[in-house]
C-alpha cells in the first residue's frame, strides 16, 4: 500500500507540469500560433524563479514564510516565461516567419543561456541551482503532529507543492476562459478563421499575441513545477517535458479536460520508470546491465504509440500555423 500510495503521488506531482505547460500550448495553438517553443520557455521559467527561491533561502526570507516566497517564485516563473514567449510571438505574427523553425530556435537558446547565465551568477562548472528543503509541504509545516508512513500520509505529503493546488485552480479557470467567456471564443475564431474574425471587428494580432504570451505564462509556472518533481536542483534543463506537453496536448484534443486526463496517463509511466523495481508484477529483466533504462523509455515510447493511433482523431485549429495577412481575406 505504501508503494502505490508513492506511485499515485508521483503521478499527480509529474502530471502537474504536463497539465500547465499543456494547457500553455492550448491557448497558443487556439489562437493559430503554433507553439513548439513549449521547452525552452519551461527552461526559462524554472532558471529565473530557482534563482529567486536561492535569493529568498540567503537572505532568510525563504525559512520565515515558505509557501509565501513559492508563490512569488511561481509568479516570476510565468511572468519569466510570458516575456520569453513575446520573441516567438513578434517572430510568428510581425514577421510571418515560419513558426515551427523560430519555435525551434527558442529551444536550442534556453538551456545555453541557462548555463551561462548560472555560470557568470554561480561561478564557472557551478551548473546546478540548489532548491531549498523548505519549499515542500510538510505535515510539520502545516502544524501537525509528524506522523509514521501510511497511504493516506505517503499520499498527500510525500510529494506536496504549493504548484498542485495552483495547477488546479488554472486548469479551472482555464476552461472557464476558454470556453465560458466572450475572450475565449475570439481567441478561438482566431485560430479557426481568422478572416471572419476580423471582419466583425476582432483584432487577430492581439488576440494571438495574448494566446502566445497565456502560454508562456503557463509553460514558465509548468518549469518551475518540473523542476520542483524532479529534484534537488535545476540543471539547465527539463529533459525533453515541452515536448511531452506538446503531445499531451494533441492527445488531449486542445480540450482542458482531455488534456488533464492525457498528462495522468503519461506522468504514470514516468513514475512506474521511478519504481519498477519496487513494483513485484513487472520484469526486473535480470542479467541486463543497466535494464533501469528500459523502463525510462517508457514515457517517450508510449507517447509514440499514443500519437500514432489518435493523431488521425485529433482537430487541430485549422488556421494553427498559418501566418494571418490582412490582405488575404
Known amino acids: 500500500m505504501i508503494t ?52 529568498f533561502d540567503l537572505s532568510g526570507f525563504g525559512k520565515l514564510h ?101 495547477a488546479v485552480v488554472l486548469l479551472l479557470l482555464a476552461w472557464f476562459v476558454m470556453f465560458k467567456t466572450k475572450f475565449g471564443l475570439r481567441l478561438r475564431a482566431c485560430g479557426e478563421h481568422p478572416q471572419a474574425a476580423d471582419s466583425v471587428g476582432i483584432n487577430v494580432y492581439k488576440m494571438r499575441y495574448a494566446g502566445v504570451m497565456i502560454g508562456g505564462f503557463l509553460g514558465g509556472i509548468g518549469g518551475l513545477a518540473y523542476t520542483l518533481a524532479a529534484g534537488s536542483s535545476f540543471g539547465s534543463s527539463v529533459a525533453g517535458y515541452g515536448f511531452l506537453a506538446l503531445a499531451v496536448m494533441i492527445f488531449g484534443n486542445w480540450n482542458p479536460w482531455t488534456i488533464l486526463g492525457g498528462s495522468f496517463f503519461f506522468a504514470l509511466f514516468k513514475v512506474l520508470a521511478s519504481y519498477s523495481s519496487s513494483i513485484p508484477f513487472l520484469p ?4 541486463i546491465k543497466q535494464a533501469s533504462n528500459i523502463y525510462q523509455m517508457l514515457p517517450y515510447v508510449v507517447t509514440m504509440i499514443v500519437l500514432i493511433f489518435t493523431s488521425k482523431k485529433s482537430r487541430a485549429p485549422k488556421a494553427e500555423g498559418i501566418p494571418y495577412d490582412k490582405g488575404s481575406r
Do not use: H
Not at 503521488?9 to 507540469?17: E, K, L, M, Y
Not at 503554433?34 to 530557482?50: D, F, R, T
Not at 516567419?97 to 555560470?119: K, R, S
Open 4 to 55: 502505490l500510495a508513492n506511485v499515485l503521488s508521483g503521478t499527480i506531482i509529474f502530471a502537474v507540469p504536463l497539465l500547465l505547460v499543456a494547457l500553455g500550448g492550448m491557448f497558443s495553438e487556439r489562437s493559430g500560433v503554433v507553439n513548439i517553443a513549449l521547452e525552452g520557455i519551461m527552461v526559462i521559467g524554472a532558471l529565473i524563479s530557482c534563482f529567486t527561491l536561492r535569493a
Open 66 to 166: 515558505p509557501q509565501t516566497a513559492v508563490l512569488i517564485a511561481v509568479l516570476i516563473a510565468g511572468v519569466s516565461g510570458m516575456i520569453y514567449s513575446v520573441f516567438l510571438a513578434f517572430a510568428a505574427i510581425n514577421l510571418k516567419a515560419d513558426q515551427t523553425i523560430g519555435g525551434t530556435a527558442l529551444n536550442q537558446f534556453a538551456p545555453a543561456f541557462a548555463i551561462v547565465l548560472t555560470w557568470a551568477i554561480q561561478g564557472q562548472g557551478q551548473s546546478q541551482i540548489r532548491i531549498p528543503t523548505w519549499v515542500r509541504i510538510t505535515r510539520e509545516s502545516m502544524g501537525l503532529a509528524k506522523a509514521e508512513p501510511s497511504f493516506w500520509n505517503n499520499l498527500v505529503f510525500k510529494y506536496f507543492y504549493l504548484t498542485t493546488p495552483i
Open 284 to 287: 526486473q529483466f535480470e542479467g
